[in-house]
Structures are given as structure tokens and as C-alpha cells.
């Protein structure tokens, strides 16, 4: 009995074990960690550089015909224009200009990553056994706690924000990626097959025209997951409307909060209205 209770009141090392680790990772790959980061952040100044070289109502504009070429809706189309417009009106055009840049590099380094992975699990059931309760840790463990290794690794600054807004927002694209292959009509499937088609060849003309839907369903969540954590990146370094928000709490500026997180708002429902497939 006693033996037990030793048992169990003694700690599992769990944290000095992550933390062994992530220093031994910083002893060995530190060199390579920094120079991921000035990679990731000369692509997201590129972009960012990218966009802000455009006349605000020129981007405008552009945003607008894109509205209209994807959904082929004037009222998608108004509602994106005058959207991006009170963002401008607002004062808001440079933060928002940061944060779509930070958006979409997360969500490039997120599908990037999570297609192929949703692929390779919707054809291995041993890797979706062994990756799915990976990806349902990713998805419940508190935002938060991805901020430290990322600080640690990376440092402070946008890349940090941008490594745990990836780490948040790929689960989905991941899961829905596999989900869409997975419901791929057997049908479709065999016609593929008595067509000759190879590996290949059923992949690209039958499962992903098949699975379209639920990889832009992936996309939008993505892209969702990581504005969400615009706020919370913005606590390591990230700048945009988050950097906003947090001047704003900082402050107690209950006016400035307020236009920072509308923007958030209207920025997700502009991407959302535009990505999504319904």
C-alpha cells in the first residue's frame, strides 16, 4: 500500500522532459531554426510589401472583381468593397494589410502541410490511426501553451506568431482533406479503375475533383482558425489588428479595442464570404 501511494504522489516528469527536450533541439538545430525564421519572415514582408504596394482603392478593387469572380454575387462583392473601405476609413488599411499577410502565410504553410498529410491518411489507415489523435491534441490543447516553444524556438516577432497559427489551424485542413477522399463514391472509384487509371491519375482526375468541397471547407477553416489567433500571436510579437487590440487593453481604450476587433470581424467574414464553396 505504501508503495502505491508513493507511486502516486510521485510527479511524473512531464514538463522537465519537454523541456530537456526543447533545449536540446535549441543546442543542436539552433542555427537551422534561425534560418527558417528569416525565411518565413522575408515571406511575409514580401507579401506584406506586396499588398501595401497597391493603392489602397486599387486593392480595393481588386478584391471587389475577386469577390465577384469566385461567388458571382453583387451582394458578396459590395459587401467586400465596402468593407475593406471602412477599414480604410477607420485608419485601420496598415494593420490590416499586416494581418491578411500573417493570415496567409499561415494558411500557405497550413495546407502546404496539411493537404499531402489528409491525402496520405485518407490511404493509410495505419497513418490516420496514428495521426488522429495527434491532430485532436493540436486542437484542444489551450492556444496559449503553443506560444512557448514558439517563442523559444524562433524568438519574438511575426514568425512565432505565424509557427503556432500554423500548428492551430492545420488540424482542419488535415481532417477534412482525409474526410473528403474517404467519402469519395466507390462508384467513381472503380469506373477510374476500369478506365486503367493509376495511382496518380485517380488521384488527380477522380478523388480530388470528388473531395473539391471539402478541401476548400478545409481551406476556410484554416484560414478562420488563424484569424483567430491573431489576438494571441499578437502577445509574442505579431503585429497587425491584433497588436491593436492588445494596445488597446493596454490602454483601456475601450473605442480603439473596439474598431481593432471589428476590423478582425469584417476580415473574417470578407475571407469567409469569398473561400466558401456553398
Known amino acids: 500500500m505504501e508503495e502505491i501511494m508513493a507511486f502516486l504522489t510521485t510527479k511524473i516528469p512531464i514538463g522537465e522532459a519537454v523541456s530537456g527536450m526543447v533545449d536540446f533541439l535549441l543546442g543542436a538545430f539552433g542555427a537551422e531554426f534561425r534560418i527558417f525564421s528569416g525565411l518565413v519572415e522575408m515571406f511575409i514582408d514580401g507579401l506584406a510589401q506586396g499588398l501595401s504596394a497597391l493603392h489602397p482603392l486599387l486593392l480595393i478593387t481588386l478584391f471587389g472583381i475577386l469577390a465577384w469572380f469566385l461567388r458571382k454575387s453583387k451582394g458578396t462583392a459590395a459587401f467586400t468593397v465596402l468593407g475593406f473601405l471602412l477599414m480604410l476609413n477607420l485608419g485601420l488599411w496598415s494593420e490590416m494589410i499586416e494581418t491578411l499577410a500573417l493570415i496567409l502565410t499561415a494558411t500557405i504553410f497550413s495546407l502546404v502541410i496539411g493537404l499531402p498529410v489528409g491525402i496520405f491518411n485518407a490511404h493509410n489507415r495505419t497513418a490516420y490511426l496514428i495521426t488522429r489523435p495527434i491532430l485532436d491534441f493540436m486542437q484542444t490543447i489551450p492556444p496559449?501553451?503553443?506560444?512557448?516553444?514558439?517563442?523559444?524556438?524562433f524568438g519574438l516577432g511575426e514568425v512565432p506568431g505565424v509557427i503556432a497559427t500554423v500548428i492551430f489551424a492545420m488540424p482542419p485542413a488535415i481532417r477534412?482533406?482525409?474526410?473528403?477522399?474517404?467519402?469519395?463514391?466507390?462508384?467513381?472509384?472503380?469506373?477510374?479503375?476500369?478506365?486503367?487509371?493509376?495511382?496518380?491519375?485517380?488521384?488527380?482526375?477522380?478523388?480530388?475533383?470528388?473531395?473539391?468541397?471539402?478541401?476548400?471547407?478545409?481551406?476556410?477553416?484554416?484560414?478562420?482558425?488563424?484569424?483567430?489567433?491573431?489576438?494571441?500571436?499578437?502577445?509574442?510579437?505579431?503585429?497587425?489588428?491584433?497588436?491593436?487590440?492588445?494596445?488597446?487593453?493596454?490602454?483601456?481604450?475601450v473605442g480603439m479595442g473596439f474598431e481593432s476587433g471589428l476590423g478582425i470581424v469584417i476580415l473574417a467574414m470578407l475571407l469567409d464570404r469569398i473561400i466558401r464553396t456553398d
Not at 496559449?144 to 524556438?153: E, K, N, R, S, T
Open 176 to 253: 477534412l482533406t482525409c474526410l473528403g477522399i474517404q467519402q469519395v463514391p466507390h462508384e467513381l472509384k472503380e469506373a477510374g479503375k476500369a478506365f486503367g487509371c493509376n495511382t496518380g491519375q485517380m488521384l488527380f482526375k477522380i478523388e480530388l475533383p470528388s473531395a473539391f468541397p471539402s478541401i476548400m471547407m478545409g481551406v476556410n477553416q484554416a484560414i478562420m482558425m488563424s484569424l483567430s489567433m491573431v489576438v494571441i500571436a499578437a502577445l509574442i510579437g505579431a503585429g497587425g489588428l491584433g497588436a491593436s487590440v492588445m494596445r488597446s487593453l493596454a490602454m483601456v481604450d
Open 144 to 153: 496559449f501553451v503553443y506560444l512557448i516553444p514558439a517563442l523559444m524556438f
